[in-house]
């Protein structure tokens, strides 16, 4: 049984900073894209980084320089690391793991990340 459990979401003020980490079992970790999306109310999902197998990271052009995706496949986790959050980044934060050579996708239940003084 696959399992993607996200943690480390919160409430935090503007500029601050929170660590969201997703722990994977039942997959063959180190061969999996990880990524990050996240959804505001209302809105759709939208990629925030991912991660390749290889370790090529890309991100979503209103987080970068802020955020930092990384992967530890001996913990099978991978992290996202968000720093000088805005309100804007308000949201569920949803991790995936993808496996396009398979046409397989995997989500996570999600972490709610809120900015505000």
């Known amino acids: 049984q696959v399992q993607l459990v996200e943690s480390g979401g919160g409430l935090v003020q503007p500029g601050g900073s929170l660590r969201l980490s997703c722990a994977a079992s039942?997959?063959?970790?180190?061969?999996?894209?990880m990524g990050w999306y996240r959804q505001a109310p209302g809105q759709q999902r939208d990629l925030v980084a991912h991660?390749?197998?290889?370790?090529?990271?890309n991100y979503a052009d209103s987080v970068k320089g802020r955020f930092t995706i990384s992967r530890d496949n001996v913990k099978n986790t991978v992290y996202l690391q968000m720093n000088d959050l805005k309100p804007e980044d308000t949201a569920v934060y949803y991790c995936?793991?993808?496996?396009?050579?398979?046409?397989?996708?995997?989500w996570g239940q999600g972490t709610q990340v809120t900015v505000s003084s």
């Open positions: 991660i390749t197998a290889g370790g090529v990271t």
């Open positions: 039942g997959i063959i970790f180190r061969l999996y894209t």
């Open positions: 995936n793991a993808a496996r396009l050579i398979s046409n397989i996708n995997y």
